[in-house]
């Protein structure tokens, strides 16, 4: 049903004057900050914006595991290899809850990964860019699931209960994922000169694809209005680009590494950095499939389903055979 629905989708918010009383009481519980629950009734574009969100959420989890789950054979000493596992498991789990809060929307968790498969639904465009070195894993620590906190810490308070308690937890996962990430930039960065200009490299290819996570500009964002008027979303994409570059330049700058934009500086008269916009070209190219990896991600999720079929097959006639014993018993 819901591959139906993503058409349709509405943009724009609805007057006030043009609601009807059940859209109204809707909107007033979210003016007041009240929790929408599962069993609530909600317009219909509600759900099938929270369905988009949270299931590409949840995809953006489960294949953000490949880029660095590539590194897991080769991080460099035995601690780094046991945080690195336990970061990805981290990601792995949250996949799982996501598509549980998804599934109290009435989708199904197959349905989901079918969209995903058939690519008719998204991931994070982040994830298709490569990690070349070790300093990679470092980056995206510090920049990826720094901009993925600054998303999420806000999603806390998003109007639907389910999907802001699992980032309750998710929030206090993600700030172990952003330390281990400076962590290990911090020794890059003042290590060997060779080290350091690894991280350097992976600065400056992971600074512009992190600015582009936050999504495209305020003006053209075509869901931004309705899901603020929701709080589905509570911050803009520009506010909370805005944020992350104020919050990560004097890191870089701590780290004793050169920014890649040449433009960037402290504005004095608004507090804030003032910098160079990713080229969206490439975000909505990376978008549409022509990503660096793109092809290799998919590649790897569909395979990773089909070598499963066997478990889960297996899960299934046990519940079956389950069932089947509770039932005779009774
Ligand atoms: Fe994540
Ligand atoms: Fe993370």
Redesign the pocket.
Known sequence: MYAQMVKTARVGVKPRDEMTEQERAFQDRVDANEKIEPKDWMPDDYRRTLIRQIGQHAHS?VV?QLPEGNWITRAPTLERKAILLAKVQD?AG?GLYLYSAAETLGVSRDELIELLHQGRMKYSSIFNYPTLTWADVGAIGWLV?GA?IMNQVHLQRTSYGPYARAMVRICKEESFHQRQGYDIMMKMAFGTPEQKAMAQDALNRFWYPSLMMFGPPDQDSVHTAQSMAWKIKVATNDELRQKFVDQTVPQIEYLGLTCPDPDIRLNEETGHYDFTPPDWSEFFAVLKGNGPCNKDRMKARITAWEDGAWVREGMLAHARKKAAATAAAE
Do not use: L, P, Q
Request: overall charge negative.
């Open positions: 989890e953000g990601e949250r699931d993925a």
